[in-house]
């Protein structure tokens, strides 16, 4: 089989599937993308650059549209000059919404084309009107329609799609819902396992919690209130009040990686930091971590937060999960399609930093109840989310989507 993977990030989304077929003799991989670091062994990475930048003046509404046609062209540029060297391929798999899908079918037309469908951006009933303090005006519904505008066009000229969990398929237009089968990515569970009794050390970041007995943990790609930092922190200040050996590690850079920044310029860390009363000697913030020391974090860890709003569910939860962890979570659609109050995991009200709070004191106390919860959190992913078990099902599902089109031919 001779794949086309695409996405600005590399690897993204497709690490494993790029991973397995790269060591598959009879598979030919091709993965487009901008990120010149990293590779996988039998993967040939093609590079682009859009030819500019968003230009400044662009109606804002469409700045997000003219970024993916940009993308898209510099895309259609490289892959037709590979196509003149004799490269098509059977199946093109790419990540809807940045751009690089959008031109295939013209340049590709006999080749299968599977778009990842993350997201579909809605102004009402979903992430974007979740919180009351921040009122969704016209401007902001106006531009989340349009910005549909590249997704919309995917999932018309695709030939199939792939959504990671049934929540976030459900956001996408009904009409197009059959084009989209629900299957995640994978968790590897045989490097996201637990270690009973690891103690967190770092060498590199002069971190050494080998002493602490009671340790909560939080894992976001940014401190930002999509990812309910907002609400930690004032929980954690809480927490460290009452259980005076707790200390709290927090792993993720200082940026908005979803929504909206301050428009004062402050990260979210500033000004959450300059409102709260919290025992900064006892709160780690290691920045973006290797895979290596993240997974210490998380099997060292005596409770892991993880909060969102309705949106898309992180890798860090289920990986969290699948290393034992205790995990306590915002009651929100994305989580609980996967935890169960009491059972795998603990559910608390995104908005309430003392139920937060009291809830992580809880597993801190109840030990022998929350020792059933991290053994039930494993169990799921390695019945729901085991890598082994899904990825031969995204590979099979590429190849029947391949024959399905060769039999429509």
Known sequence: MRILLMHPNFPAQFVHIA????HDSKSQVVY????????????????????????????????????AVLEAQAVYRELANLKTKGF?????YGHSGWGPTLYMKDLFPQAAL??????????????????????VTPDLEASIRIKNGPILLDLYSCDHGVSPTNYQQSQFPEEYRKKISVLHDGVNTDFHKPNLGAKLVLPELQLDLSHVDELVTYVARGMEPYRGFPQFIE??????????????????????AYGRDLP???????????KVDIDMSRVHFTGLLSRVDYIKVLQASSVHVYLTRPFVLSWSMLEAMSS??????SG?????EVIEDGVNGLLVDFFSPTQIAATVEEALTNKERVDKIRVRARETILERYDLRKLLPRQIDLLQQVVNAKHHKS
């Open 114 to 135: 599977v778009c990842y469908f993350e997201w579909f951006y809605r102004s009402h009933g979903s992430d974007c009107d979740f919180d009351p303090s921040e009122p």
């Open 332 to 336: 929100t659609a994305p989580v609980k």
């Open 235 to 256: 929980a954690m200040a809480i927490l460290l009040k009452r259980r005076p050996n707790c200390h709290v590690v927090i792993v993720g850079a200082e940026r908005v």
């Open 88 to 92: 098509v391929p059977d199946v093109i």
């Open 324 to 329: 034992g962890c205790a995990v306590v979570a």
């Open 264 to 274: 004062d310029g402050k990260s979210y860390k500033q000004l959450m930091l300059e």
């Open 19 to 22: 991973a397995a077929l790269g």
């Open 32 to 67: 487009v993308t901008q990120r010149e670091e990293g590779s996988i062994p039998g993967v040939n990475k093609i590079l682009y650059k859009p030819s500019r930048e968003v230009r400044p003046e662009t109606h804002p509404w469409v700045r997000n549209t003219e970024k």
